[in-house]
């Protein structure tokens, strides 16, 4: 199964990919699905009922006002969050459904949590039910948030946007490194190919420059914007304080040889507190992970290539093309939720995008590529996802710094081997879905184990 470039990068709204970007298309799709059938007039009341491990953690996610905006008919890469919304409603009890409908709403009560109740198919499950005056439920939907925004409806089989056609399809690292052989193509030509069959040569190419552009905003925005982090763990920002300190050793002429890490770190840390604020973010592959790629993307053009800016612009673009095919082998044969695998189906998966991506970029091989994503995978195995209050904070943001720079370690490491070894892509990944799969469920994104049980009283 391929999942198209346009769809492993998609850009929303932080904190979460699967408790808010996720959320957020599934109350859009029912809305839509509602205005298809022509039935917005009859309606007066909406309840939405989260489950599993959406209602455990979507408090501190942000999920109900993801809900909300989506119920609203607003989309995750264009809304406008200066226009406070829940502010609103909160203080008149009205909600304007998909835009054109008013009716009364309650945040704290349309939206209800079962906390204790895990639906079969998959931890993010959410219901919406719509009535009528006389109190008569007049259409009801379940939709499950699997991972990086993407959404399925009960009883489709597969999520909408993988059913395309491409001239190179691939399930497995083995075929993907077999087309790349047998037509003399290199990863990012085989994704390139496929998304010029999907949409356009300039589709692509400005596509590459958007996604360029969002990461490197929160990048800027993130290193200087001091401030607290929301949430009742009440920490401050770090990456504007690190920024100084880095700035002024710049200044004195600080020859120490790991500063590069703290550049790293610093990258990393931007990306993840401005997701953590809410702030516009790209999936890479999901929204607590995002900070992973664009802190190795910025290490590649800022120290790891001594080139002209055309060809760092070319480098950005084979890391991203690399990086995306890398994501559709974990999407197709395992999962990037962590609410299904733990964080190692998110920042293990971004880590091991990002080490294919550097890899590509700094001219390794095929073999070599994909002996950087398989490394890096291979030493995030198990790793628990176990946020903190609910929250993408502890320890999501210094998780993003921690694996940025062990995707660096994994590129280099791949590139002072010659593409030969014994554990294939393909292998950790499915080592990867079966420990997720053996995970209990507190590690999966309940907060319910690991620090989240330990660290903090909530
Ligand atoms: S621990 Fe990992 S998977 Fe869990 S919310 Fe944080 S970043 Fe996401």
Redo the contacts with the bound molecule.
């Keep these: 199964m391929y999942y198209s470039y346009f769809d492993v990068f998609s850009i929303g709204i932080g904190p979460?990919s699967s408790h808010t970007v996720g959320p957020m298309r599934a109350a859009l799709a029912f809305i839509t699905s509602l205005k298809e059938k022509k039935c917005l007039q009859n309606i007066t009341r909406i309840q939405v009922t989260l489950y599993g491990s959406l209602a455990l953690?979507g408090i501190g996610?942000g999920t109900p006002n993801a809900v909300i905006y989506g119920l609203m008919g607003l989309k995750a890469d264009t809304i406008d969050l200066s226009q406070n919304y829940i502010a609103k409603i909160e203080e008149t009890h009205k909600l304007l459904l998909a835009g054109v409908k008013e009716i009364d709403f309650r945040k704290n009560t349309d939206i209800v949590l079962e906390k204790q109740t895990f639906l079969p198919r998959h931890s993010n499950g959410l219901k919406f039910q719509v009535f009528n005056s006389d109190g008569e439920i007049l259409y009801e939907d379940v939709y499950y948030s699997i991972g990086g925004g993407t959404i399925i409806r009960d009883g489709e089989e597969q999520p909408k946007i993988v059913q395309k056609n491409v001239p190179y399809p691939f399930n497995t690292g083995a075929e993907l490194l077999k087309i790349c052989r047998e037509n003399r193509m290199s990863i990012a030509d085989v994704v390139f190919r496929n998304e010029e069959a999907l949409h356009s040569f300039k589709a692509v190419k400005s596509y590459t420059e958007r996604l360029l552009h969002v990461m490197n905003n929160c990048i800027e925005k993130g290193i200087v914007t001091e401030g607290k982090l929301p949430g009742e763990l009440n920490l401050s920002r770090r990456a504007p304080t690190i920024y100084r300190r880095l700035e002024e050793k710049f200044h004195q002429n600080d020859e120490d040889p790991l500063m590069i890490v703290d550049w790293i770190n610093l990258w990393a840390f931007a990306v993840a507190e401005e997701n953590a604020c809410g702030g516009q973010i790209v999936t890479a592959p999901?929204m607590?992970?995002a900070g992973v790629i664009p802190a190795v993307l910025r290490y590649f053009s800022r120290f790891a290539s001594k080139k002209s800016p055309f060809d760092i612009a070319i480098g950005q673009g084979l890391f991203l093309l690399t990086a995306s095919a890398v994501c559709s082998l974990y999407r197709t044969n395992a999962s990037i939720s962590?609410a299904e695998v733990?964080?190692q189906?998110?920042?293990g998966v971004a880590a091991s995008m990002a080490a294919a991506g550097l890899t590509a970029a700094m001219g390794g091989s095929t073999a070599q590529i994909e002996n950087a994503a398989e490394i890096a995978m291979e030493h995030h195995l198990g790793?628990?996802?176990?946020?903190v209050c609910g929250l993408?904070q502890v320890?999501?943001i210094e998780?993003?710094a921690i694996s940025a720079v062990k995707a660096v370690n994994a590129a280099r490491l791949a590139i002072r081997g010659n593409g030969n070894h014994l554990v294939t892509l393909d292998s950790v990944i499915k080592t990867m879905l079966e420990t997720g799969q053996n995970l209990s469920s507190g590690y999966k994104?309940t907060s319910l184990a690991g620090l989240a049980k330990n660290a903090f009283t909530c």
């Design positions: 979460s953690t996610h999901t607590g992970s962590g733990g964080c189906g998110e920042i790793l628990t996802c176990d946020p993408v320890p999501c998780r993003n994104e």
